[in-house]
């Protein structure tokens, strides 16, 4: 017999044991399917603290050591060696693409930037001030009645690969395209069409940033980093827009609704939406003259909800290796673009003031990923509301790749949590 866990119910004295599952690396968990059935019980969880909810193979995080892998490559490996289409390849197959399988899979995407001219009539319909965030999850979900064949990939038996992989080009080369053209409608700009002579990368920089006569400066700099940081958003475990994802999956609903959940989830200020915010903040602290103390202070107070953000994660408890290549990128970026310094200096000291406070270091917060990718995205000349848009073209991939591990999981059923009820009871509607 396995590992097990057993549980004494003090009320009756019944007793239960409960496996142990062992995973490839990570901490072990109980499988707690039976509780309900042997003692009348669930568990409670807040926010799933303790909880896993499915098997992946996709990506693990070693939170203690600050360590994560795509599919077992090391995420600084992976972010040096190799360009955001190829780790796209890894996550949907399981391998890196050898030299052919690489252009192919770059050719696949490219032919795939355009949107439906119908689509376009969607931006019209918001107002000039809208956050991209919220056109680009409507985009994503109005993509759903382009495609509709794709629901029936919801349908476990005809849930092909090939079909997948045509489902899965189509969500990582569109959104981009979607995405700029939610900026450009903020802006009250003329959209401009993708390039497919451009690498993916280069193509979403072309979109944002060009005339309408086609006129764009992009250097080789801006694209290979940009890159970079679209491979370390790439997938992350499951995370809340994950998770958002693999609930709306659950269900059998169309795998375009289900990414359009996942960006709703992805922008708010705990989770995708913190970059914009950090660089909000950074600036605060420059404006006020650098009262970094102040801010600190304000982080470390019960009574004040304020949270220095780009800090703290629910799994690392230690330093986000995101955020370590990203320092690094950011290091190396100094001398060849303008990066903004008075931020950066803002940026070093707040780190460091607060990863020798005791405060934070009882906690185990250390930086996360968002807490240097605003700086360098405003180096990129990325405007600040398209941060989050950026996380999302990032994780499109992930999302598709946990979607279809989700569908083909035998043991999958509808994502369906219990509560422990506190309302009122038993109450009688009076006759009057
Ligand atoms: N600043 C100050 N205190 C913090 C911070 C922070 N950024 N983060 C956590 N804490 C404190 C909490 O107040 C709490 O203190 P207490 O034990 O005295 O009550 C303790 O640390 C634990 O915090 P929780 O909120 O319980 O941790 P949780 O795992 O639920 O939250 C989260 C993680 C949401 C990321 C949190 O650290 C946070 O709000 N950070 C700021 C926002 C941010 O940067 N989000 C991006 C995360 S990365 C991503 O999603 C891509």
């Not at 360009?83 to 391998?95: K, N």
């Not at 994660?313 to 320092?327: E, F, G, I, T």
Request: glycine content about 6%.
């Amino acid at each position: 017999m396995g590992n097990s866990v057993t549980i004494i119910d003090n009320r009756s004295g019944k007793k239960i044991d409960l496996p142990i599952l062992e995973g490839n690396r990570g901490t072990p968990v109980i499988d707690i399917k039976d509780l309900n059935k042997e003692l009348g019980l669930f568990t409670f969880d807040n926010g799933f603290s303790s909880t896993a909810h499915c098997k992946s193979e996709l990506s693990f995080i070693d939170g203690e050591k600050g360590e994560l892998f795509y599919r077992g490559y090391r995420i600084a490996d992976i972010a040096e060696k190799k360009s955001y289409l190829d780790v796209c390849y890894l996550l949907l197959t399981g391998e890196f693409p050898n030299e052919k399988n690489s252009l192919e899979f770059d050719m696949l995407i490219r032919k795939r930037y355009f949107l439906h001219e119908t689509l376009k009539e969607l931006f019209r319909a918001f107002p000039e001030n809208s956050h991209p965030m919220a056109t680009l999850s409507s985009g994503v979900a109005a993509l759903s009645s382009f495609y509709r064949e794709h629901l029936d990939l919801c349908d476990n038996k005809k849930c092909g690969t090939f079909d997948y992989f045509i489902m899965a080009q189509r969500i990582i080369s569109k959104i981009p395209t979607i995405a700029a053209y939610s900026y450009r409608h903020s802006k009250g700009l003329s959209l401009v069409y993708p390039d497919a002579n451009r690498y993916f990368t280069e193509n979403f920089l072309y979109m944002l940033r060009a005339y309408p006569n086609g006129d764009a400066e992009i250097k080789d700099i801006e694209v290979k980093s940009l890159d970079t940081i679209f491979t370390l958003h790439a997938d992350h475990g499951q995370n809340a827009s994950t998770t958002a994802v693999r609930t709306v999956c659950s269900t059998g609903a169309h795998p375009y609704a289900a990414i359009s959940a996942g960006i709703g989830a992805l922008w708010g200020r705990a989770h995708g939406g913190a970059n914009e915010q950090v660089l909000n903040q950074l600036r605060e602290i420059s404006d006020s003259g650098n009262d970094i103390k102040k801010f600190i202070d304000r982080a470390k107070d019960p009574n004040d909800d304020f949270r220095l953000m780009g800090f703290g994660h629910r799994v690392y408890k230690n330093y986000d290796p995101r955020a370590k290549s990203l320092k690094e990128l950011q290091d190396k970026l100094k001398n060849e673009i303008n990066i903004d310094n008075k931020l950066l200096e803002v940026a070093y000291r707040l780190e460091e003031i607060a990863l020798s406070d005791d405060y934070f270091i009882e906690r185990k917060l250390y930086p996360n990923v968002d807490f240097y990718s605003g700086i360098i995205l405003t180096a990129l000349k990325i405007p600040i509301s398209m941060f989050t848009p950026v996380f999302v073209i990032g994780r499109s991939v992930g999302w598709i790749a946990q979607w279809f591990e989700h569908r083909h999981d035998p043991s999958m059923r509808i994502a369906r949590p219990r509560q422990l009820y506190i309302g009122k009871v038993d109450r009688k509607i009076e006759d009057n």
